[in-house]
């Protein structure tokens, strides 16, 4: 029997009331998705008359909308897989307000309501939450499912496959576009002065750092997983608004340049790299990634939280380019956000949501395997890596907080659905990193290369001596 849940008490982070198991990959049965995909092209080749040959690239066409359609039937009749936390089996009125009557009639009592029927409710204005929307949240399983829409399920043939396979450039740069100038204060509303859209990092668990300790902490620790020193001649790809270009310049002395879509982006940090007295040893470059000049070489390169909107298609090329841009003798730190292998329903169905709302284009994130595969393929050497979901966890609960704060203006400027939809994101998100759901990869690597002077890495990371617990639960 599996030890009762015992809540935690941790002053780093928003702890969880009710972290109950989801149906998922547990209890999917791959040899039904397996006769599905084998079966029905094998099923319209035969009654159309179709040759032989051309059985196995309808399998290939019909692959993925089979797997989309499976996990969408699957998703409305799965059971929990050994969830051993209670739910408290509160009425859906105790937690939400229906003002649409077709909804109030629809979803009363224990008739819990899909959660992307939910939202896209919320959205609107025809229900809300009684109670700060982030313990509401943290309360879902008791008033709402997780089974995929038709909704979800025709997003993700019409809209994010195409896009998937496609990623252009002029698509790349609409997304990028719209979303990141949307407007510095609308960021700034949430991510704080220091305008860093990552994830940050906890020092220590029993203290309740501020956002900024959290970027500060996050932008050192990159700094020194790169053994940034002075002179390094170090680029940045997808430096959002310059802030790690600017403290690698001011506490490194390191030459650095950032590369970015967003013409907000480059005005603000051109201004930062200013005021911080880092102009000329610090730059910003208005440009796709695809373009960075190839007759220069960086000793560090990073890409944190760039990498995902590359896509899975360019992926390898991606990769391939930065190896040529990097010294023999360099070092690659990549922080990308990722998703867990054994997944839950909800997995998908906040990620569709993320897909639509928050990040279109951002298909790239898979679980850690993947990743590491991708790197070693294109000739990198892993030297270490870091799971931080709980520190993104952790930082997404002060964007939230400075959202609360904020969101009078926001709507006032941007209109209530915006912020609405931010309210879902932000508070949705904290869970979905402190539970796994979706997490973030810190991956160092260098050329994997006979020459390469692997000593000069080594550090505490391999010192038994410096590794103690942290006092707390």
């Known amino acids: 029997m599996s030890k ?13 009331t009710l972290p109950a198991e989801g149906a998922g990959n547990q209890t ?49 009749f799965a059971p929990r897989y050994r969830n051993n936390i209670p739910l408290p089996g509160k009425p859906i009125e105790h937690y939400l307000t229906f003002h649409d009557a077709e909804l109030k009639a629809a979803y009363n009592g224990h008739n819990k309501i899909p959660m992307e029927t939910f939202f896209e409710a919320y959205f609107v204005g025809k229900v809300d939450f009684n109670g700060d929307p982030l313990e ?14 038709f909704g979800q399920f025709k997003f993700f043939l019409t809209q994010w496959l195409p896009e998937t396979f ?7 740069e609409n997304q990028v576009r719209d979303h990141y100038d949307r407007g510095n204060d609308f960021y700034e509303a949430f991510l704080g002065p220091l305008m860093v859209y990552t994830s940050g990092i906890i020092s220590d668990p029993t203290k309740r750092e501020t956002l900024e300790e959290m970027q500060e902490n996050k932008m050192k620790l990159v700094c020194e997983k790169l053994h ?7 680029l940045d790809i997808g430096c959002g608004w310059g802030t790690l270009v600017a403290y690698a310049s001011k506490n490194y002395n390191s030459q650095s340049t950032g590369v970015t879509l967003s013409r907000n982006q480059v005005a603000f940090g051109d201004k930062r790299i200013e005021d911080w007295g880092v102009k000329g040893k610090a730059n910003l470059l208005c440009m796709d990634y695809r373009d960075i000049p190839k007759n220069q070489k960086y000793d560090k390169i990073t890409a944190v939280e760039m990498a995902e909107h590359v896509g899975i298609r ?14 023999d003798d360099g070092i690659f730190y990549m922080q990308v956000a990722g998703l867990r292998a054994t997944w839950q329903y909800e997995d998908f169905i906040w990620g569709l949501f993320m897909a639509r709302y928050i990040f279109p284009g951002a ?45 009078d203006a926001m709507r006032e400027k941007y209109g209530e659905k915006l912020v609405r939809i931010w309210e879902i994101f932000l508070s949705w998100s904290v869970i979905s990193s402190r539970q796994g759901s979706a997490t973030c990869f810190q991956i160092t690597a260098n050329k ?12 505490n990371r391999t010192n038994p001596t410096a590794w103690k617990p942290k006092c707390g639960n």
Not at 166 to 172: G, I, K, L, P, V
Request: glycine share 4%.
């Open 4 to 16: 009762p849940f015992k809540p935690t008490t941790w002053a780093a982070i928003n702890n969880a």
């Open 28 to 76: 999917f049965d791959n040899r039904i998705l397996g006769a599905a995909v084998i079966g029905v092209p094998a099923f319209i080749t035969y009654y159309l008359g179709f040759r032989l040959w051309f059985f196995p690239i309808l399998a290939v066409l019909l692959g993925l909308p089979i797997l989309a359609c499976t996990i969408y039937l699957f998703s409305r």
């Open 136 to 149: 509401i949240m943290e309360l879902r399983h008791d008033w709402a499912n997780f089974q995929l829409t």
């Open 166 to 172: 496609w990623h252009s450039r002029e698509q790349d």
């Open 228 to 234: 940034m020193k002075d002179g390094d001649k170090h």
């Open 314 to 327: 360019r992926f390898q090329t991606f990769l391939r380019e930065i190896r040529e841009l990097l010294e």
């Open 363 to 407: 298909d790239a994130s898979t679980p850690l395997y993947w990743y590491l595969r991708q790197l070693e393929t294109a000739g990198f050497e892993i030297h270490n890596v870091d799971t931080v979901g709980v520190h993104y966890s952790a930082t997404l609960d002060r964007w939230y907080e400075n959202w609360m704060k904020n969101k």
């Open 448 to 459: 994997n290369r006979n020459s390469f002077d692997r000593a000069q890495l080594i550090c």
